[in-house]
């Protein structure tokens, strides 16, 4: 292989790492702007170059062609806590695939042309086959980050409910007892410090914010429990309060419960490596020499 084709290929390598890392700190860039009030000229002017990109994104077959796909990671990356555009990841990924593979070829073509030690091309693709199995297993991540944060989620949204039905007989206002709840919220303090700071602007939009926010199922139910009191104050909130405690408490169960089955699991699976190990040194060669016995017999 002559060496301009080689440059090629390396030429290829890095204008793919440079198009991934690119969208990446882009991504990051807007993620960590600061958020500003947009008029609605400039609201439409951002939805059509969002549709464009998206455009152009599925004509170089980097985005899927179902939107349902595309809409379920993005509901996926939120419930996540991550504010990362799904169209952005779903095209840095397939960037990273194609990179991975790429490097993969150009370290064997390297070995081939003596260009690296055979120990080298190992490494390269050891470390290849890893970020290759990770970014094959990255629903599968997201998955288990979803269900970590929203353990987390319940686990202060119990302590919170309790704490509020200490005070049921007390004549502090909603906000009052919001603002004390704070410091037991030990996950979610920054949303709950915002639900306290945006109280006064209006308390059914600081509740809907919430509630968008941590996007789960258990919060949306602690919304509407404490947009009730809000509303009513009514005693008989306080008991549906104490059932949504309650329900918290058994879906916490529930969670450690699968992360014990889940860890039981992986040891079984780790227990069965000595196993195989065994059957590879000592049983293996038996079985391998009784069949040349049998088949000399014959």
Not at 27 to 37: A, D, K, M, T
Not at 95 to 113: G, K
Not at 164 to 189: F, G, T
Request: some cysteine; aromatic content about 12%.
């Amino acid at each position: 292989m002559n060496e301009g084709y080689w440059h090629m290929w390396e030429a290829v390598v890095l204008v793919i790492l440079f198009l991934a890392i690119y969208i990446a700190v882009s991504s990051l860039l807007l993620y960590l702007w600061p958020n500003r009030r947009i008029d609605p000229l400039r609201r439409i002017r951002l939805m059509l170059a969002q549709e464009r990109k998206l455009r152009w994104y599925r004509r170089l077959r980097l985005l899927p062609k179902q939107s349902s796909q595309l809409e379920e990671l993005r509901s996926l990356l939120t419930a996540c806590g991550l504010q990362v555009d799904a169209a952005d990841y779903a095209v840095v990924r397939r960037l990273l695939s194609a990179a991975v593979i790429l490097v993969a070829a150009a370290a064997y073509l390297a070995w081939e042309q003596r260009w690296l030690a055979g120990s080298v091309l190992y490494i390269v693709w050891i470390i290849g086959g890893a970020a290759a199995a990770l970014l094959a297993c990255d629903q599968m991540i997201l998955r288990g980050m979803r269900e970590r944060r929203r353990a987390r989620i319940v686990q202060d949204l119990q302590a919170i409910s309790l704490q509020l039905l200490y005070y049921r007989q007390s004549s502090l206002n909603i906000h009052s007892q919001l603002q004390r709840c704070v410091p037991l919220a030990v996950h979610i303090r920054k949303e709950m410090q915002l639900l306290v700071n945006e109280w006064y602007e209006g308390s059914g939009e600081a509740i809907a914010k919430f509630r968008r926010r941590l996007t789960v199922e258990e919060a949306d139910d602690f919304a509407e429990t404490l947009n009730a009191l809000r509303l009513h104050g009514s005693e008989r909130y306080y008991d549906l309060l104490e059932e949504r405690a309650r329900s918290y408490k058994e879906k916490l169960a529930l969670i450690r419960e699968g992360r014990r089955e889940a860890a039981s699991y992986v040891l079984f699976l780790i227990a069965g490596i000595p196993i195989l190990y065994t059957f590879l040194i000592f049983i293996y060669p038996w079985v391998a020499e009784s069949r040349y016995l049998f088949s000399t017999l014959y």
